[in-house]
């Protein structure tokens, strides 16, 4: 493998790190930096090269639907000459390049953790493609995007029309001649959806709960707005929806071409077919829940929220800041569709863009909930020695994001330091110690 870091072998001749880092994306190369930072010895394991899912797990058209100027890895902010534009993928992955080179994190790059369990000793024992290895603390830095989710319906639909997920999507003609079906409307389906239809396919799309977000609003875009009201400064603990808030989807909009608002009524004038849920296949017949309206009002109603949030803040700091006309709807549908054939229609091939679910089945520790989600408080699992970092709001908005993970890496750094200074049992700042 062609690799950044040399320095492999070397590394990989001891068995034991006081801390291995499993991932080697944005977060596993900030909590590396951090460590260093506190002259913590450690190693980081990453299964494929630096940046992989930014390179290889994107479609063609890919750039940031965050702002340039979000991207703040520790000591490392963004210093493009555009931080109000939104990086191509290629930039996004020399970003993160750029951080490994300066940092120069004790990485391997082509070796996976393939599992990890508490050994009879106490430590924690890692089995890697490379052999095996002992540590006190592993940070779990995997991304959470492992899997990516289609319904087992799926395998009912005929073999000729053509099925892939969005993780596999690349630009429209690489889909078979005809119309698609992108299923989703988080940030992925919408984004796939556009791409589509500025290509000149047909585009039939299957609206979920997804929330939707302005773009720019009185003059300003949405997101520098909510970073001066606080916004990403919420934590987890003191979000209305408490931890459920790591279950929603994002709002979606999009950094295409500068960046603009996604309203999918006006989709729909331009010829996008609008469908509710998906709720099943027969055969080449798909079914969906009689839920388009709602969904549509629920994504106008969240982003004519943040509107009315922005407002509230203007009027209360007296700002002076355009007005904009109140929102109208630009469609209706007539009524919710239920069913569509695919042969009938001209549909040939689908789109998932449903999401994707974590994989930590390697970890064989007590760490996670029914549901396979890891428990933590800000990082800090249960089990002592395991953490989780880069997640969805392990502590806020940015957590998963550019934004936030350089402070969630810093603290996990402090505790992990403190640990390792005996300064700290690790019993007190997780929910419940427990030893494997
Ligand atoms: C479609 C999409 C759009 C996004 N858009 C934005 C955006 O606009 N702005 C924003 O700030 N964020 C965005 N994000 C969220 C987030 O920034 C990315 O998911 C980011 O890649 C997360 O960084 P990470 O380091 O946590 O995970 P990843 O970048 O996924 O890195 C994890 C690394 O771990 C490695 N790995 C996995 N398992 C193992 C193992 N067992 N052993 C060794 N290595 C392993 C993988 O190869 C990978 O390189 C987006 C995410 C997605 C999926």
Redesign the pocket.
Known sequence: MNTLFPQSTQLLSRSHYPVIV?????????ISYCLQQHGIEHIV??????????RN??WDT?????PNW??RLPDFPYQGDDPQG?MLKDQIAEY?EAFARKTAPPIVEG????HVVRGKSGRLEVT?SAGQFSTDHIVV??????IPIVPAYAASLPAHIKQIH??DYRNPQSLPEGEVLVVGSG??GVQIMEDLHLASRKVHLCVGPAPRSPRVYRGREATEWLMDMGYYELTIDRHPLGEKAREKTNHYMT?RDGGHEIDLRKFALEGVKLYGSMAGIQGGRLEFLPDLTQNLDDADEVYVSIRRDIDKYIAAKGIDAPEEAPFEKAWAPESDPLALDCDATGITSIVWAIG?RPDYR?IELPAFDGRGNPKYTRGVSPVPGLYF????WLNTW?S????G?ADDARHLAEVIGKRLAGADDGAGDAPQAAVA
């Open positions: 499993v991932g080697g994306g944005q977060a596993g190369l900030s394991f990453e299964k494929n090269r630096v940046a992989h899912s930014w797990d994107r890919f750039c940031l639907v965050t979000q991207c939104f993160v070796v996976g953790v393939q890697t830095a995997t991304g959470g995007y492992d969005s993780v940030q992925s950094g994707f390697w970092l880069g997640l969805p940015g998963g994001r550019f934004l993970v």
